[in-house]
Each structure stands twice: as C-alpha cells, then as structure tokens.
C-alpha cells in the first residue's frame, strides 16, 4: 500500500471582474478589464490567468454582424429549410467553416478556420442585440497575445491569457466553457512516462488544462450576470510564450470519427 501523503495541495483562486459594461467596436478590453479592477479594488498580479470571454474581443474586433445585411445563398436556403433554421444564420455560418460535419435538428456541427469542430462554428446570438450575430476572433491567439502584452504594460505584471468559449462535448450533456486562444500558457499537463502512487506508469494521460481553467472561471463569470473575465490565481501553471490553440484541436489523424 502506498504511503499516506501529507502534502498540502496549492490553494486556487477564482476573480470574477464585475462593471466591465457593453463593449463596442474599437474599444480597448484590457483598458476596461484595468479599470473594473480598479472600481472594485482588485490588483493584477503576477502569475494570474486571466480568462475573458471571447464574446468581448470579437465585439471589440468588430465581429459582429447584422442579420439584416446578410444574403442567404441558395444553398443556405435549402440547408436552412432541412433543419428549420434561419438562412441568414445558416450563410454566416457556411462563411465561417472551412467543413461541414453534420446538420441536424437547427443545427450545424462545423469546422471552423481554426480548426475547432463546434456548434455553428462558434456563431453566438446570445448577449447581443436582437437581430445580430456574434463571430468568434479571426485570430484569437493573437487577441490573447496582443491582451497580455498590454496588460503588462499597463500593470508591469507578467500574466496568462486564455480567451473562452461554450462547447458542447460528444458523448456527455451540457456545456462548458474551453479555450479558444491562448498567450503565455502551455496548455497541457503531460503526465506519460511517469508513475502513479501505485508504481504504475501513466502512458495515455494528457490533462488540458486551459480548457480546466476556462471551465472553472466560467463558475464565477456566468452566461447571464455580464461578468465576461475572470482572474484565477494561485495555479502554478508552465509558462510558454509560443504557444498556440490550434494544438487543442485533434487532428484528423487522431479523430476515430472522422
């Protein structure tokens, strides 16, 4: 039997940053993340991560569009037809994947240009104005990037960014939130090749912890309370500068249902 382990594990942290107030286009989201800190007297530290939704960058990036201007192709109409949706949605959505996986039911499962395989390739009515459509970043890595280094410019305090998303999960109900851009964080905690308690060595396990991180900031941001960025603090995270999201996406080769 293994011995009993008495060591006490790190304390995390979660922030919600409240007062952040509408976004529009051209505004500066790490400017109105610094002064909701301020209004409700919280410090940025070093070695926080902060998780922002990525409904604010994209309406801060202008990726929003009106419904109103958008002119269905025929095939929109017809696949809109089949699954008894919009055709004005169903065209921003073809506009924004590179591959159609499956519609079904109002649905549309897409690949995005990022390589993310999601619900309607990540387009968002919810939390905008009646009749508009949220897009997901055109760059989101770059979106972290450009946030972190202005943080820290404006704070002197070297941070993660993750910037999130709802999914939906295959094989399990509900939602949560995962990473969709990523700055000054390795995302994965690589367990293989080392041993259990038990003297087993792990072999499969690879823990992605910035989509943990969105998912537990999501806890205390909340779809319907307005409060889009969280601070997580005290998650002794790897630092990695070159990183990418698109290595969150599986690729084909590995995916056993593509």
């Not at 109105?32 to 209004?39: P, R």
Request: glycine share 6%; hydrophobic share 40%; proline share 5%.
């Amino acid at each position: 039997m293994p011995k009993d382990r008495f060591e006490r594990a790190p304390t995390i942290e979660i922030i919600p940053i409240t007062g952040v107030g509408e976004i529009l286009e051209g505004e500066s989201v790490p400017d109105a993340i610094l002064q909701a800190c301020k209004k409700i007297g919280v410090s940025i530290q070093n070695r926080d991560v902060l998780v922002v939704t990525h409904k604010i960058v994209s309406k801060a990036e202008g990726r929003v569009l009106n419904l109103d201007d958008v002119v269905p192709s025929k095939f929109a109409v017809k696949a809109g037809r089949h699954i008894q949706k919009d055709p004005r949605q169903v065209e921003v959505i073809f506009s924004e994947a590179r591959r159609l996986v499956k519609m079904v039911r109002g649905l549309i499962i897409a690949e995005t240009t990022h390589g993310f395989v999601c619900a309607n390739a990540g387009i968002d009515q919810s939390n905008v104005d009646k009749g508009k459509v949220v897009l997901l970043p055109k760059q989101p890595d770059r979106s972290a990037q450009k946030l972190r280094a202005l943080i820290k410019r404006h704070t002197g305090k070297e941070v993660a960014v993750i910037i999130s998303d709802t999914f939906g999960r295959p094989w399990r109900e509900g939602q949560v939130d995962v990473a969709i851009g990523l700055a000054g964080i390795e995302p994965f905690s690589d367990y293989r090749g080392r041993t259990d308690q038990y003297g087993y060595e792990l072999r499969a396990t690879v823990i992605c912890t910035a989509d943990e991180i969105a998912s537990a900031a999501e806890l205390c941001m909340n779809k319907l309370d307005r409060v889009p960025a969280a601070i997580v603090r005290g998650y002794k995270y790897v630092q990695n500068n070159n990183v990418s999201s698109r290595v969150l996406a599986r690729k084909p080769s590995r995916d056993l249902f593509r």
